[in-house]
């Protein structure tokens, strides 16, 4: 059983793919994206003994993710160890939010110009660096 998603907001599915959809962000271990993102921090899902560890390890770390608002996660990797009940599994990666792409900002009139004719602000993300303001990621 594979963890499929239908895909991330505003990115069309995959045609000839499954679209059977998983509860929580896209888990991914890419990386990075081609789309720009917030970096939400470290999650973290576990999972200790059972039948199938890595996946419940996989779905708690969707979840997680899913709880603090995450897009996607990326760089997800898997540790294992040994325990007196059983095999443990530690899934983690870097929780992201994607930000709006310019191209998206102006069909949805976020960037579109105001009656005056000045350019509207688009929508700012907490902690995403700004043009100008000396910001790096």
Do not use: W
């Amino acid at each position: 059983m594979a963890l499929q998603r239908t895909g991330a907001p505003g990115v069309p599915a995959v045609p000839g793919l499954p679209a059977t959809a998983s509860a929580g962000p896209a888990l991914s271990t890419r990386e990075t994206t081609n789309r720009p993102f917030v970096e939400l921090g470290v999650m973290f899902g576990q999972a200790l003994g059972g039948r199938e560890p890595v996946m419940q390890a996989l779905t708690n770390l969707q979840n997680i993710g899913a709880e603090h608002g995450c897009d996607a996660i990326i760089a997800v990797k898997l540790l294992h160890y040994p325990t007196s009940a059983g095999p443990a599994v530690v899934a983690y990666g870097t929780g992201v939010r994607f930000l709006p792409n310019p191209e998206e900002t102006t069909e949805n009139g976020l960037g579109a110009a105001s009656a005056d004719g000045a350019a509207a602000p688009a929508a700012a993300v907490p902690g995403a660096a700004q043009p100008g303001t000396g910001g790096a990621r």
